[in-house]
């Protein structure tokens, strides 16, 4: 199925299964979403595993947000040998912007995420969703392996229970918003409704950060946690997050979205989650100072955040004391970055 042929935005917009009404069926439709751009490396091998997925009921979100390689042609033979794939192409916007494409028609009542250059093992969603309806949760959580450009097993990633654990909802939020659990949306399954009014912010990287806990904030049921490896996390250095000669605009946007999780925290969370968000959103403004000249935006912003909240940090026992020294001094004089710039270039 292909709808929005080069068109700059989806312009077929349907109903979630659950629209107006929380139970869904026994056998829920899934809704997968897939953004691709470039990826003719990997795309066999991530939508390989997901048209075999034990459970079958599912509609394949395909986002081609503008590719110029073979994944482009990809796509169109997926789409021709399997009707459960939903074909959408745009210009390339990025990634949140394909996703929240996918989220604007998708129909199934349970949402998943995979990147295109990731894949999922061929039980993930038989798994997720068989335990997200015995215990009649939101969302669950599982774990992920990291693989090599050969597909090999380097690690794991995410491991946080060693046992099967349902965790209440305000405290997965928390332990979101204190990076505890990290804000991956790709590593998990969850029930659509809670991305009612939910998109991911438009050129951004690292996007979750500012994204899913808003997700989980929609949330009144608890959310279990998998200790199951079902997702294969790819560690590809040609990727949008590790690409080279991004790192100031990587600091700008991972501080962009630890403030939003601080503000999140000052009107919803205790004091303990309050100071741990405030310790994260000024770390990451100390690094947008250190990546970004005094006289630009980004550099102003990250600088006044740390002027407004001193008094706040100096109290803060989640920064060390070189931490609050260094902070503290930066946010007096902050023309200094550039002479500690350079001392640090010179070791």
Not at 103 to 132: C, H, P, W, Y
Not at 253 to 270: K, M, R, T
């Amino acid at each position: 199925m292909l709808y929005g042929k080069d068109a700059t935005d989806s312009e077929v917009v349907f109903p979630c299964e659950c629209d107006g009404n929380d139970a869904i069926s026994a056998s829920p439709l899934v809704s997968v979403i897939i953004p691709v751009y470039n990826v003719e490396k990997y795309f066999q091998r991530c939508m390989d595993s997901i048209i075999g997925q034990t459970y079958q009921n599912i509609e394949i979100i395909v986002v081609d947000d503008g590719s110029t390689d073979a994944s482009s042609r990809m796509c169109d033979e997926y789409a021709e040998m399997d009707s459960r794939v939903v074909l959408v192409r745009q210009k390339n916007f990025g990634l949140s912007h394909a996703r929240n494409t996918a989220l604007d028609i998708m129909k199934g009542s349970v949402v998943a995420f995979v990147d295109s250059d990731d894949s999922i093992s061929l039980q993930m969603i038989e798994r997720t969703v068989e335990t997200l309806l015995r215990d009649d949760l939101d969302a669950v959580l599982f774990e992920a392996q990291l693989v090599n450009e050969r597909e090999e097993i380097i690690g794991e990633r995410f491991h946080v229970f060693d046992d099967y654990t349902v965790i209440p909802i305000q405290d997965v939020i928390d332990l979101i918003i204190t990076d505890k659990v990290g804000s991956q949306v790709w590593k998990g399954v969850y029930r659509s409704r809670c991305w009612n009014n939910v998109r991911f912010p438009t050129g951004r990287l690292y996007e979750d950060i500012a994204t899913t806990f808003k997700a989980y904030a929609n949330m009144s049921r608890p959310v279990g946690f998998l200790p199951e490896r079902l997702y294969n996390y790819r560690l590809n250095t040609q990727g949008i997050s590790l690409s080279k000669g991004k790192d100031a605009i990587r600091g700008y946007h991972i501080f962009l979205g630890f403030y939003e999780q601080l503000v999140y925290a000052s009107d919803h969370c205790g004091k303990h989650t309050i100071k741990i968000c405030f310790a994260n959103t000024y770390r990451s403004a100390n690094n947008v100072m250190m990546l970004y000249k005094p006289k630009s935006d980004e550099y102003r912003l990250a600088c006044d955040f740390l002027r407004k909240n001193r008094k706040y940090k100096l109290l803060n026992e989640n920064l060390t004391i070189k931490q609050k020294a260094k902070l503290a001094f930066l946010s007096v004089f902050p023309w200094m970055t550039e002479p500690v710039k350079w001392f640090k270039r010179r070791k």
